[in-house]
């Protein structure tokens, strides 16, 4: 055989072993679908981990969630990298994917591997959530300039006996922990909810915030002798660019 014949067999050979290589970086296989939080409402941001295996570490998997009515599917592409030599040796699959909110019902979830079913179908429930207590607007990032309203969203019926605030974070605005009960109360303005209960709302409540983190924790005791709770963490950022007139997106240097 010809030193030309022997380079020709070895590119073959080469090929096959690279083609045999990329057909298993496409085999998966899903062995447990875990959701996420616990319990499940219809308020939650609901999450599915995804477990399994998969034919090599060089692979690359696409996934969405497809919904047709209550049955919900992960559905996932798995194919080989064809710029990447790996080893084909078969590795831990393992992702989330976002579902979102649900309404309240009877579901299942199930995995979809390049088309084709694969795991456990997995039924869930999702109950309506319990009217409770919130802190608006929530914990979140926003700009020293930045205006905002505070507004405490209490969703039964009932009356408020006492109440307690205390605003704590290391920053300017408030470097330790401070009673700002008083300076709340001051500022409220109740609203009821047309579904029942109340919103007490304080507006431009941002302006009195430096830049730093600021939280706040509010404890709220009813006539029923419940005490309800909630806080929020709000991070304020200095601003160092004003708008300039001439069109969207020119800024200028303060």
Same mark, same amino acid.
């Given at each position: 055989?010809?030193?030309?014949? #022997? $380079?020709?067999?070895?590119?073959?050979?080469?090929?096959?072993?690279?083609?045999?290589?990329?057909?298993?970086?496409?085999?998966?296989?899903?062995?447990?679908?875990?959701?996420?939080?616990?319990?499940?409402?219809?308020?939650? /941001?609901?999450?599915?981990?995804?477990?399994?295996? $998969? @034919?090599?570490?060089?692979? %690359?998997?696409?996934?969405?969630?497809?919904?047709?009515?209550?049955? /919900?599917?992960?559905?996932?592409?798995?194919? @080989?990298? +064809?710029? *990447? %030599?790996? %080893? *084909?040796?078969?590795?831990?699959?393992?992702?989330?994917?976002?579902?979102?909110?649900?309404?309240? @019902?009877?579901?299942?979830?199930? *995995?979809?591997? #390049?088309?084709?079913?694969?795991? +456990?179908?997995?039924?869930?429930? $999702?109950?309506?959530?319990?009217?409770?207590?919130?802190?608006?607007?929530?914990?979140?990032?926003?700009? &020293?300039?930045?205006?905002?309203?505070?507004?405490?969203?209490?969703?039964?019926?009932?009356?408020?006996?006492?109440?307690?605030?205390?605003?704590?974070?290391?920053?300017?605005?408030?470097?330790?922990?401070?009673? $700002?009960?008083?300076?709340?109360?001051?500022?409220?303005?109740?609203?009821? /909810?047309? *579904?029942?209960?109340?919103?007490?709302?304080?507006?431009?409540?941002? &302006?009195?915030? !430096?830049?730093?983190?600021?939280?706040?924790?509010?404890?709220?005791?009813?006539?029923?002798?419940?005490?309800?709770?909630?806080?929020?963490?709000?991070?304020?950022? +200095?601003?160092? %660019?004003?708008?300039?007139? @001439?069109? +969207? !997106?020119?800024?200028?240097?303060?």
């Amino acid at each position: 055989m010809t030193f030309k014949g #022997n $380079v020709i067999l070895k590119a073959a050979a080469t090929w096959l072993l690279f083609s045999s290589a990329l057909a298993q970086a496409q085999y998966g296989v899903v062995e447990q679908l875990v959701l996420s939080p616990s319990p499940l409402t219809d308020r939650s /941001l609901i999450e599915v981990q995804v477990k399994g295996l $998969v @034919g090599s570490p060089c692979e %690359i998997i696409e996934s969405s969630i497809v919904q047709e009515g209550s049955r /919900l599917i992960v559905d996932t592409s798995i194919r @080989g990298n +064809p710029v *990447a %030599i790996c %080893i *084909a040796v078969v590795v831990p699959l393992d992702f989330t994917e976002t579902i979102g909110a649900l309404a309240p @019902g009877s579901y299942t979830v199930e *995995a979809r591997i #390049n088309g084709v079913a694969s795991g +456990p179908q997995q039924a869930f429930s $999702v109950v309506a959530a319990a009217p409770g207590f919130s802190l608006s607007p929530p914990t979140g990032t926003y700009a &020293a300039n930045q205006q905002f309203d505070f507004a405490m969203i209490l969703e039964r019926e009932g009356s408020i006996v006492s109440g307690k605030a205390t605003l704590s974070g290391k920053n300017t605005g408030s470097a330790a922990r401070q009673d $700002v009960s008083n300076l709340l109360a001051q500022c409220l303005q109740q609203y009821h /909810l047309s *579904a029942g209960g109340k919103v007490l709302r304080c507006p431009g409540l941002a &302006a009195g915030l !430096g830049e730093g983190s600021h939280t706040l924790d509010v404890s709220l005791t009813l006539d029923t002798q419940e005490v309800v709770r909630d806080s929020v963490t709000w991070t304020v950022l +200095p601003v160092g %660019i004003t708008a300039v007139k @001439g069109g +969207p !997106g020119a800024v200028a240097p303060q």
